[in-house]
Structure formats: C-alpha cells, structure tokens
C-alpha cells in the first residue's frame, strides 16, 4: 500500500526525550517545590525520570503525559490542589519558552523531513505538549514549514491515545486512515494509531521506550525516523 500521510509524536520522536525535556522538568520543579530540593527531585521521581538511569522511563507520566496531567499530580505532591488550573498554565508558560532553548533534535530531523515531503507525504505532529510548544521547539531546527498540520493536547482534537488527532490530520488532509503512518516513541503513540485505524504503526528508539516496550504492539520498531524514506 502507498502511504499518503505521516503523523509524528514530537518529543522522543522528533526531540530527542531526556536531552531536550530533563532541564526543563528541573528547572519547573524547583519553581513549585519553593527551593525545596527533596520536593523537586520527588516530584520528577514519583512521575517517571529514573535518576539512577539518568533517564524517563517510557509510559510514565512525565514521559506520556500532558501539561494538564502534569499539573494535576505536582498539585498533589505541594499540597495546592486548588490551583491545577493556574499550575497547568504556568507548565505551559515554563515548557513553550524553555522548549525552545533546549530542544535536541534527533538525527537528520530535517534532511528526512524534507526526504519525506519531497516523495509527496504529507506531514503532521500529535503531541501531548500544547500547539504552541510544537512551534517553540520545531521553529528552532527550520523544520516547521514541512507540517502541513500541528495538533497539541490543546487543539481541541482529545489526548492520547484517543484517536482524534490522527483523524483530524485525516479529515484536514483528506486522506483515509489506511493510507496514514504513525510514528512515536511510547506506547499511547502506536494506541492513537491503531484506535485512528492508521495502516501502519512504527516505533522509534530516540526516546523513553525500549524495544520490548513497543515491538508487541507496533507494526515496525526502528531507530530512529532517519529509517522512514527508505521504509516507505
């Protein structure tokens, strides 16, 4: 079958994870935890970065979820469950501007992006970062003019892994889910797709998943999206 159309996760995928993503969850705990350093490091602990490891564990929340998601535990942890609201909006403050200054593209992001357009595919993102943290970070590498859609978990399309952002990159682009191909580094990723009907999963390796993690219910797991042009 010839594939039309390529949703990508952002972070993991495109980003690599816990270079880009480690300093911006530090930088947002120690605002919340006050200057305290064992509430901090709780908070990334508790929610998925394995410190001894140095990295996130995949499907955790700090590696899966959403900025809303996000907000709600850490309120937990410092007490001030009535504020989820206001924490979830000074996430989305902290992580558009700190994306931006630390985002690592993977390798090649933009000589396979443009690999990718130039075989006729059109291109999109579903993140669980917000729309404008797709353009914070993307805007970064000159690679934002190749996505023809940009879908956060604030774009109104629902979360992972509900299927509504790949349908909705299916509905803008005109395309039949069979002739769309998913790409991401977590589990909820390759779930979006196969709840969207997507006729093909992949699985990458550039971010908080290990093979095991994703080879039971992706179609494909490669290294890395450099594989994709020649793949398909």
């Not at 994870?17 to 901090?40: H, M, S």
């Amino acid at each position: 079958m010839k594939y039309r159309g390529i949703v990508f996760d952002k972070d993991g995928t495109l980003l690599d994870f816990n270079k880009t993503w480690l300093p911006i969850y530090r930088q947002a705990a120690q605002e919340f935890a006050a200057g305290d350093r064992q509430l901090a490091e709780r908070l990334l602990t508790r929610h998925g970065y394995a410190a001894a490891q140095g990295r996130f564990i995949g499907g955790s929340l700090l590696a899966a979820g959403n900025n809303r998601q996000i907000a709600e535990a850490w309120a937990i942890e410092i007490g001030k469950t009535d504020r989820i609201t206001a924490i979830s909006r000074r996430l989305n403050e902290i992580f558009s501007v700190l994306g931006a200054q630390h985002a690592a593209a993977v390798d090649g992001l933009a000589d396979t992006l443009s690999r990718l357009k130039q075989a006729g595919h059109k291109l999109g993102v579903a993140t669980a970062d917000s729309h404008q943290g797709i353009v914070n970070t993307l805007q970064s590498f000159d690679v934002l003019q190749q996505f023809d859609f940009l879908a956060g978990y604030d774009s109104g399309h629902g979360q992972k892994p509900e299927a509504g952002m790949v349908l909705a990159f299916c509905n803008a682009m005109g395309l039949a889910a069979d002739r769309v191909v998913v790409v991401g580094d977590n589990r909820h990723d390759i779930e979006m797709g196969r709840s969207a009907g997507a006729g093909l999963c992949v699985g990458v390796l550039t971010g908080t998943s290990t093979r095991d993690d994703l080879q039971d219910i992706a179609d494909i797991v490669c290294d890395g999206i450099g594989s994709l042009p020649g793949m398909l």
